[in-house]
């Protein structure tokens, strides 16, 4: 079973929202840059990045961000990883970093994502959009820009669906399968 939270155009209004929030906060683009986590957050981050060049008349420089050999559930043998590559071209000293992701849920990806992110230099802040937050923490992580909290019991799963990876943009909760 499903129940639909967003639709494209929510998802649309989100991302305005919240690139122009960015924006306020880094007083323009001349300092940010943008990194998504793979796989819906690098979908995520480029549409934050095409509003940001609409509304300032520049690009901000983009990232791509794999955080496979992060994970803290690798040694328990849970996932079997996939290498997908990493592509940070610029420097990140100086820069306010905005780390992009689609859910935020227990914050282990986030820290996985600092700790891979620190290895490619030191930057003057890093700040975390999400699409989605569903609270449910585990670390002491909080998101700087959300397109949408929503309050979820730790058994259902948040599913986002955007274009790029899923030919269609909407965010849905998974009901448990109790059968």
Do not use: W
């Amino acid at each position: 079973m499903k129940s639909t939270l967003l639709n494209s155009k929510d998802i649309s209004r989100a991302v305005n929202r919240i690139s122009h929030e960015i924006l306020e906060r880094n007083q323009g683009a001349e300092s940010i840059a943008l990194v998504g986590i793979r796989t819906r957050g690098v979908a995520f981050s480029l549409r934050l990045k095409e509003k940001i060049a609409e509304i300032e008349g520049v690009s901000v420089d983009h990232g791509v961000l794999d955080i496979t050999l992060y994970r803290d559930d690798l040694a328990a043998g849970i996932q079997k990883p996939e290498l997908k590559r990493t592509d940070i071209s610029f420097t990140l000293e100086g820069k306010h970093i905005v780390l992009c992701d689609d859910v935020l849920f227990t914050g282990r990806t986030i820290r996985a994502a600092i700790d891979a992110l620190m290895d490619f230099g030191r930057p003057a802040s890093v700040q975390l959009a999400v699409l989605i937050d569903r609270g449910h923490r585990e670390l002491p992580i909080r998101p700087d820009y959300v397109g949408k909290n929503i309050p979820t019991d730790r058994s259902k799963r948040v599913q986002v669906l955007l274009n790029e990876e899923d030919g269609e943009d909407k965010v849905f909760i998974q009901e448990p399968d109790n059968g």
